[in-house]
């Protein structure tokens, strides 16, 4: 299948590949893997690459989206350098994951959802990350779990992200 318009050839061939692992009649079932190299190259999943990626897959583009907004690792619009998710689930709740968010919010001077005035970092709720023992926890760009994160260590960690980034310019 051609490729729709939105996607750049070197897009395609990563489709294709992740297609491939599936016989044709279960193309849909490489969904994940798809969104997530559209978020690689584009730096998040826009609407328009939802309808394009369904319209390549062959599936109902609300079948996209569906997937598009179960799973926080995926950004609807652009994210700052660093995505800070915390978990507020009951667990984490239970165990201080609410005054985690709130203090990260102050010290940021951002609400949940936003992205500091820098670009810098973007700050989201999540649901459970799965590690309740280990609570408060988040996850920073999807990737990196840090747990039992009291008051001391958040501002450790926004300190060395912005050291981060202040580095590599």
Known sequence: MSAPHAFSDATTQRFAREVAKYPDDQRQSAVMACLAIIQQEQGHVSPESESALAIYLRMPAIA?????????MYNQKPVGRFKINVCTN?????????????HLCSRLAIEEGET???????????ECL???ADSPVLLVNDRQMCSFMDHQRLDALVDLLKSQADSSR
Do not use: K, M
């Open 116 to 126: 500091t005035a820098d670009g810098l970092i973007t700050l989201q709720q999540s």
């Open 130 to 132: 799965g590690a309740c």
């Open 90 to 102: 009951l667990p984490c709740q239970l165990r201080d994951g609410q005054s985690a968010l709130e």
């Open 64 to 72: 996209v989206h569906e997937v598009t907004t179960f799973y926080n």
